[in-house]
């Protein structure tokens, strides 16, 4: 039998690529499509929306209303909506994966708290390279830490809302962690001005950019005195995020309640 898929977000951006990869996938099928209540196409054909045939599928308004209990939810739409369907796929008994990004640490608490009745994956970033990314930083970190000061960089297309990224934000606390800090004591987003001394051996500098089309590029700086180690990934298109959240939602639909991460996902 295919997974049963429910797409939160169906006409975004993420949502149409989540959209593709599920149906060219013979193991899943797209079994509701959610998008907010005023959405201008809320109720119409979904594979009409996005040029494809998606067995008649209503765009709906939540994922009561999509009317497949026994589905996996994906949703990659906002932190408002999040918060809601979190608690939503929990009484519906539903398994859950969320890519949505700008979540805050009471929504990393509520999922949590939600886990203790179906299965939740919450990733910033689901692409195999990227979680790599996160694996080596750690350990670059737990090495180089104390010698080394480490910047994070992330680039993004123009129409990214949250600053710092989703991804930004997780290497940052993995960093943080490594060499015994807090993200929050640790990590300082960009730098103006005139500094009042030398850069503490403990800080994290991040910077954001924001233009054009980028896709998504994060580079991990380790600097020393002398040399520098770099850790960089560069999504090309936002098909490795979608293939990787589909597989995420295939790998999720049988297990145990639970919150799990990527690491579980992709065994490293």
């Known amino acids: 039998m295919p997974t049963d898929i429910i797409i939160v977000g169906a006409l975004g951006r993420m949502g149409i690529e989540i959209a593709k990869v599920v149906l060219e996938d013979k193991g899943t099928r797209i079994a509701g499509c959610v998008e907010y209540a005023a959405h201008p196409k809320m109720g119409q054909d979904y594979g009409e929306c996005i040029g494809a045939d998606c067995g008649g599928v209503k765009v709906c308004p939540s994922i009561e209303e999509a009317g497949a209990n026994s589905a996996v939810v994906i949703d990659f739409s906002s932190v408002q909506s999040t918060r809601g369907n979190l608690q939503r796929a929990s009484k519906l008994a539903m398994p859950m994966v969320v890519g949505t990004t ?5 929504d990393h608490e509520l999922a949590k ?3 203790a009745k179906i299965p939740i994956v919450v990733s910033s970033n689901m692409s195999l390279g990227v979680n790599l990314l996160f694996s080596l930083t750690e350990i670059a970190a737990e090495k180089l ?9 992330e680039a993004h297309h123009r129409f990214k809302k949250d600053s710092p990224s989703g991804t930004a934000r997780a290497l940052g606390e993995i960093a943080a962690k490594a060499i015994g800090q807090t993200y929050g004591g640790a990590v300082v987003n960009g730098r103006s001005g005139m500094a ?3 850069r503490p051996p403990t800080e994290i500098g991040m910077h954001a950019v924001r233009g054009g089309d980028i896709t998504g590029d994060h580079t991990v700086l380790f600097a020393g005195i002398g040399e520098r180690v770099e850790l960089r990934h560069m999504a090309h298109n936002r098909g490795i995020f979608a293939q990787g959240a589909v597989a995420t939602a295939k790998w999720i639909a049988d297990k145990r309640p639970g919150l799990y991460t990527m690491k579980d996902v992709l065994g490293l």
Not at 102 to 106: F, N, R
Not at 145 to 153: P, T
């Open 196 to 198: 009042s001394g030398t």
């Open 102 to 106: 700008g979540l805050e640490k009471e």
């Open 145 to 153: 830490g104390s010698a080394f000061d480490i910047e994070i960089i």
């Open 113 to 115: 708290t939600v886990s």
